[in-house]
């Protein structure tokens, strides 16, 4: 392994500075590049954006009608200083290589 690979994570990513692309009406070309994002980069943005998604769930409701929620689902991108995005409505095939939390309520007992 390469010195300046120790300690990173190689990630597929959009390049920090380069602009996207338009190519048609709602058609963006977005260039790739694979990162070396340093562990303590990765490990400071999951600890943030876990905390941000802690506080959601702890602001909602665990009953709808005669319904509990059992399971909550998240997904998120990895940007190229580490940082968990979370991925909203009409991203696309752009998003489908993210990463996905899904949640889960630990039962009364546990």
Known sequence: MPEE???KLLVVTA?????ST???VR???RKVVEEGIPLENLQRG???FMDALS???KAGHSK???YMLDEISFSAEVGAEGEFKLLGTGVGISGSAG???TLHRQSAGK
């Open 5 to 7: 690979a120790k300690g």
């Open 15 to 19: 390049p920090r500075s380069t602009p």
């Open 22 to 24: 338009m190519r048609g």
């Open 27 to 29: 058609d963006e070309a």
């Open 46 to 48: 999951f600890k943030n």
């Open 55 to 57: 506080q959601i769930v």
């Open 64 to 66: 709808v009608g005669d």
């Open 99 to 101: 990463v996905t939390f």
